[in-house]
């Protein structure tokens, strides 16, 4: 049997969600939303680099490689250099690469979800293959372009995507890869990067990932706006309750499943109303972790 004060303190838990929860209803019922935009139309969303890195490694990447440097960077106007101070190359016979792993804050994609790098072929040293590899744990995420001599040869589909001839020589090259070629996805998160060749000099420069800008705080004053760009732009996930309405005709929709969007909305997107909610919505959340842990650890109570 529990103690008195066991059973105290799972009413005192019980108690902060009621009030938090009857706190939230309140301050939602006493809200006159009124959308001035109802009746407006998105129009096409914009694309927008993030770069990863450029002319220095990611924070906490640990570079590797092969040979006797791991990165080696060079500087215009001996090299070539696409933007910034400078490049990386690298020189080989056969398969050698330059990487780097462990890097914190990792690279979360995002809608569209295309990776991209730049690269330059020397005209008078032209690799066999070039390769980009990606690492979320894994580095079965390879896209290769020209011969199948780099890591994962003879595999297929992501673990060794092959995305094209090789680009011309003696210019730089802007690769793209759209990362359900390669096994990732939106809200996949990266801590490594790898620069592949088979032969060759190859300089590398900027890379990251291409994805759609946020909405404006303007639109996202308005919940039909923000309804159709979560239709185009499913990340970062909201609950899978809320996704499927998204899924359903608009015209047919329930008022029950318009009522949970219009409060999902206020209470996360609006950027005047969500401010409001956010301490009690957190601590919804810690009292709830707090109950289940404490639920764990006396299970007899009932």
Do not use: C
């Not at 105290?8 to 959308?35: C, H, M, P, V």
């Not at 790098?117 to 390769?131: F, G, H, K, M």
């Not at 608009?250 to 499943?257: F, G, I, S, V």
Request: net charge negative; proline share 7%.
């Amino acid at each position: 049997m529990p103690s008195e004060e066991q059973t105290a303190l799972k009413t005192k838990y019980q108690q902060e969600l009621t009030s938090l929860d009857n706190r939230i209803k309140e301050l939602l019922g006493s809200i006159d939303y009124r959308d001035t935009l109802a009746d407006a139309t998105l129009g096409e969303l914009e694309q927008g680099d993030a770069i990863w890195f450029d002319d220095a490694l990611p924070s906490g990447a640990k570079p590797q490689g092969d040979g006797a440097y791991h990165w080696k960077f060079v500087t215009a106007p001996e090299h070539p250099v696409h933007s910034g101070k400078n490049s990386s190359i690298r020189t080989g016979g056969g398969l050698t690469q330059h990487f780097f792993d462990g890097a914190n804050p990792k690279l979360k994609i995002g809608n569209p979800g295309r990776l991209f790098a730049y690269v330059y072929l020397d005209p008078e040293n032209p690799p066999e293959t070039i390769q980009l590899q990606f690492n979320d744990g894994s580095w079965n995420h390879r896209a290769y372009w020209g011969a199948d001599k780099a890591h994962g040869a003879g595999q297929t589909g992501a673990a060794n995507f092959r995305a094209g001839d090789l680009p011309e020589t003696g210019k730089w090259i802007r690769l793209e890869v759209d990362v359900s070629s390669v096994g990732l996805k939106p809200e996949s998160e990266l801590n490594g990067w790898a620069f592949t060749q088979f032969g060759g000099t190859v300089h590398w420069d900027a890379a990251g990932v291409v994805s759609l800008e946020p909405l404006p705080a303007e639109k996202l004053t308005s919940l039909n706006l923000w309804t159709q760009y979560r239709k185009k732009v499913t990340s970062p996930p909201i609950p899978a309750e809320l996704q499927k309405i998204f899924e359903v005709d608009p015209a047919k929709q329930t008022e029950d499943q318009l009522g949970k969007l219009r409060e999902y909305y206020l209470q996360n997107i609006h950027p005047d109303h969500a401010t409001s909610f956010a301490k009690m919505r957190k601590g919804l959340e810690d009292t709830k972790k707090a109950l289940a842990n404490f639920n764990s650890l006396t299970p007899l109570i009932i």
